[in-house]
């Protein structure tokens, strides 16, 4: 038997709602703190060993249904090439952004994935550690995604340079899309033949495009990955941020599942998508700082929100905040365990 | 006979396109950036000589087909008593954020409007200065964007405090909702006595707010809000930039305009309103960094999206940014004139 998140995602019938968490290896827990005091972000990322041990944290803390890699979307530009500098209060900055077409010129895609060892390293080790438990997401940022931050050269409110890269330079924007596709194609390859059980695509700035940007500089890339991977057979999320005006064009991707933001409505997000696809999510992170009634009652309002069918895969509707208190974490998993069982009465089938 | 502005919001047929732009009177003109070296954007704000003086320097030097006041929207928190510090690079302040019931219980509601005097000042003075040319536009926050600033202190990326009010004391919330509605229709209503003839309210953070959220903290609002105006007779714009999902509702507030973003689609925007209320917008404020051929088609499309109809008013989907080229702020208005016409032919009405 698969385990319940793989089933979700495949929309076959669980007993209840599985819950994951974006960002659950992370700041919030005291565990994953303990050990950031004595290591860089940056060290624990390219440590096999440490990225193993804070992946496996909230598995064996908060009873989740399943670890997703403890890593990050920039793995990729760095393998390009492009040297990261942390810069405190202002997050991890590119010393040298792409402004100039010939700069993607220089951009080994073909040999990016090769250059990422330690992180399939750490997927091995989970995936050990794991002994079946609960399956292991593997990610990996999108093209747009990963070509914002590589010419803005850091994380921005407005994106302005990478933004207007789209009007002026839109050849060679689109080089470094395709050249992105590869590196991510290959990238996830090796995750799962790691051990990567499932896939999520974070296209975090998805809703930094007009909606007719995002048809012609992210849409096309995310169908070429999921199509890249099909053979795998491992289930393959997006998560296109901010990005609901496409929730059609993204259900029929060939994805199995998609990840919803907590700014759109789960119930319509199931209409438009017309059971073609699983969707993840989508609490809003904030729900968390709630009491723990509000908390259960904000929960309700997410299962019942997708109601009673196959598909649903519990989240939040983004990354969760570094000071979300981590007993109404933990309360929000049991929530979702107690309260989903009731959506996923399965009818006897009668002759 | 009524400008074209007037026209184009209350959907009559107008022989072109009228526009104007978010923040037109903003730090991306020589001529302000030369009063801003003299004076503090605070300053500025209420003196109304000088708050005058800025709003009538892009009607003078672009051609627009309205004025928009210089102002901002924090002045009514500021009339509430809440003192504003301007931290370099960090943008405005509250010194002392609300974050508990009890603060919102000492917010003077019915007097704020008594207190911007100068606000109504530089008012007169802009109407006489503009001996008719163009129309006035006047402005306010909405009350769930203003109680977000009021919360949080500042402008921020998540609104954690904000957000997490909403769940936390939804009923001071309601109770503070409720005061800044009081206070902005006073403040408004003062504002087209003195002159302003149109009227736009600006819920900049709605898309901060989940979908069920913004049915209970801010469409109520927004209702009463245009509702206390309808005697006036000026058209009223909302703007509730990332509040797509809420654009039918939007279009049944009784608002004469919706102002889209421009991370939503126009020619969608146009469908679901159904003609019920004009929409103002919403190239991309990006497409001003693109060559002048770029944003010749850029322009075209937004036209074309919004296509043969009344009841376009051609802005940005956001604010102008202060870096943006003086020379295609220049351009768009004059694509914008010349490409509309078309879009305006009307057939003579038969018998």
């Known amino acids: 038997m698969q385990p319940a998140l793989i089933q979700a995602l495949r929309r076959q019938p669980t007993g209840f709602t599985p819950i994951w968490i974006m960002r659950q290896a992370g700041r919030y827990l005291p565990s994953y703190r303990k050990i950031r005091e004595q290591y860089s972000f940056h ?12 992946t496996l944290q909230p598995v064996n803390q908060l009873g989740v249904d399943a670890a997703i890699l403890f890593s ?7 393998a390009l090439g492009m040297r990261l500098e942390f810069v405190e209060g ?46 292991l997401i593997g990610f990996a940022g999108a093209p747009w995604t990963l070509a914002a931050y590589m010419i803005e050269g850091q994380g921005s409110k407005e994106f302005r340079h990478a933004r207007a890269f789209l009007y ?54 995310l169908r070429r990955i999921v199509a890249a991977l099909q053979d795998l057979d ?17 259900s029929r991707t060939g994805a199995d599942a998609l990840s ?17 696809v699983a969707l993840q999510g989508n609490l809003d992170p904030i729900a968390l700082y ?9 929960v309700e309002q997410v299962l019942k929100s997708y109601g009673f069918a196959t598909g649903h895969v519990f989240n939040l509707g983004h ?19 107690e309260q989903s069982a009731k959506y996923h009465i399965t009818e006897p089938v009668t002759a």
Not at 72 to 78: K, N, T
Not at 114 to 128: C, G, H, K, M, N
Not at 290 to 298: C, F, I, N, P, Y
């Open 290 to 298: 709630a009491s723990r009634d509000v908390l259960q009652r904000e």
């Open 168 to 221: 002026t330079s839109p050849v060679t924007m689109h080089r470094l899309l395709q050249g992105l596709t590869e590196a991510i194609v290959a990238y996830l390859r090796r995750q799962v033949e790691a051990g990567a059980q499932a896939l999520q695509i974070f296209d975090s700035w998805a809703g930094y495009l007009t909606p007719e940007q995002f048809r012609a500089f992210s849409l096309p890339y």
């Open 234 to 250: 491992v289930p393959v999320i997006l998560f296109a941020r901010g990005a609901a005006h496409a929730l059609v064009e993204l």
């Open 72 to 78: 990050d979307i920039l793995v990729i530009p760095e």
């Open 319 to 337: 990354g969760i905040l570094p000071d979300a208190p981590v007993d109404h974490v933990k309360a929000l998993v049991d929530f979702v365990h």
């Open 90 to 135: 202002r997050g991890p900055v590119f010393a040298r952004p792409i402004r100039r077409p010939e700069q993607v010129d220089d951009l080994p895609f073909a040999e990016a994935a090769d250059l990422l060892q330690p992180v399939y390293e750490a997927v091995s080790i989970i995936r050990s550690e794991l002994g079946g438990r609960v399956p």
């Open 43 to 54: 060290e624990m990322v390219y440590t096999p060993e440490l990225a193993a041990e804070v």
């Open 260 to 276: 919803i933001d907590w700014q759109t409505d789960l119930q319509w997000a199931k209409e438009v998508t017309g059971g073609r």
